[in-house]
């Protein structure tokens, strides 16, 4: 995918309209992780170089197309501000008048966040007087939001149909990253997976299985996993379909079966002779009746012990031979990529399986590309954020994209 890139010519003296991402997670209005606002700095800087008047536009949480003072970006103003170590300009609204005037005002490298755009219901319509209504406020238009562009909304399709429009520095980064995964890949080419739910993975498992070498499986996923190939899994977490799908007969334990299924003549050569299943699940867990229990008993799978598993217990981490098992293959690997957590890494009991492989990861030589919010929750948890090749905190829609299908806001910005 050949998208239309910054042209610094053409941006000379602009007065920009970004689209960034600054959906961050807040906690009595302080910012809990601002990875995603590092992210755009990039290209912020260099409009700045370009003595450009930036204009940032980006959604907050939920609020449902009404205004909601708690998802105000004011506060991510503020933390851009100190971030840039510059001035940076609030305007409690992003069409209008008052924005107008607020953008008539401002300099060449000044910098203006405009109010949370899902305030208005319009945008995720996607109405074209949306659209135009802030196209108007600038001359150019680029994209920095990679994470929301599986979203046909008015900020993301919609301006662009007004606008001359770019992708920014860090989206065609992640594309960039991401395609390498599914074109010629290094291998063996190994794909990590874990977290509580499987919904917003399947699809991705499912294409990717098809290109990787091994597909290691962890957290709430592996349950559907282990589940499909007939292991009792207690009272551990699984994710059910929502009703619609109910009524289609679909079971993402039947999914996780036809993924075991499809992939059962494939083999990995661990140590170069050790013929290993292309889909690997957990054959041992650390098991507690609760997530914060602190009496905690690991059970391995595999043999007579599975007699020890109890109807009121919850797989919660991987144990330490799935561990050790999982580290030797990440150390043969050439390139990694990795979505999801191996356990409840939050509780100190149940992190070692996500620790583990968090640091071979790090350590494998491989290139890296690691994804989703609570891996990335992890990584900087365990002080490991800067040992990998990429970090994508794009969520839904890097996997919807390595799930092959096409993102609405990347097409419009092919050249």
């Known amino acids: 995918m050949k998208l239309i890139s910054l042209d610094e010519k053409q941006l000379i003296n602009k007065t920009v309209l970004v689209r960034v991402d600054y959906n961050v997670p807040l906690k009595n209005q302080k910012i809990v992780d601002d990875s995603r606002i590092k992210t755009s700095l990039p290209t912020l800087k260099l409009l700045q170089k370009l003595d450009c008047k930036i204009i ?59 109010e949370n755009v899902r305030f208005y219901a319009e945008e995720k319509k996607n109405t074209a007087k949306f659209a135009q209504k802030l196209s108007v406020l600038a001359d150019v238009y680029v994209n920095e939001a990679f994470s929301a562009c599986h979203r046909s909304h008015a900020s993301i399709v919609g301006i662009p149909q007004f606008l001359p429009s770019y992708a920014g520095l860090a989206l065609v ?10 074109k010629n890949p290094a291998r063996p080419f190994v794909m990590v997976v874990g977290g509580a739910k499987i919904s917003d993975k399947i699809d991705a ?5 098809q290109i990787a070498d091994a597909v290691l499986v962890g957290g709430g996923v592996a349950n559907n996993f282990l589940k499909a190939d007939g292991y009792e899994i207690a009272n551990s977490y699984l994710q059910d379909v929502p009703a619609d799908l109910k009524k289609q007969n679909v079971s993402y334990v039947a999914v996780a079966k036809k993924i075991i299924d499809d992939n059962k003549t494939q083999r990995l050569l661990k140590d170069d002779y050790i013929p290993l299943p292309k889909i ?7 098991t507690a009746k609760s997530i914060n229990s602190q009496k905690t008993k690991e059970i391995c799978l595999a043999n007579g012990e599975k007699k020890k598993v109890t109807q009121d217990l919850m797989y919660l981490d991987i144990g330490e031979k799935t561990t050790r098992l999982y580290q030797e293959i990440i150390l043969q690997a050439k390139t990694i990529f990795w979505n999801g957590p191996m356990g409840v890494f939050e509780q100190p ?10 640091r071979t990861i790090a350590k494998a030589g491989a290139m890296s590309i690691v994804g989703g919010g609570d891996t990335i929750c992890a990584i900087n948890k365990f002080g490991l ?15 919807e994209f390595l799930s092959g299908k096409e993102l609405p806001g990347l097409k419009v910005l092919e050249n």
């Open 205 to 209: 498992v499912t294409n990717l299985s």
């Open 349 to 358: 009991q149940f992190s070692r399986g996500t620790k583990e492989i968090a």
């Open 385 to 399: 954020q800067s040992r990998y090749d990429y970090v994508s905190a794009a969520g839904g829609a890097s996997l």
């Open 280 to 286: 690997l699940y957990p054959i041992d867990v650390v």
């Open 56 to 114: 940032l536009l980006s959604h907050l949480g939920r609020p449902e197309g009404k205004k909601d003072t708690n998802l105000s970006l004011e506060p991510v103003a503020q933390h851009l501000a100190k971030l840039l170590q510059t001035r940076v300009e609030f305007v409690n609204d992003c069409v209008g008048s008052k924005v107008e005037k607020n953008v008539a005002k401002l300099k060449s490298k000044e910098v203006l966040v405009l």
């Open 173 to 182: 980064k992640e594309v960039e990253a991401l395609s390498k995964l599914m």
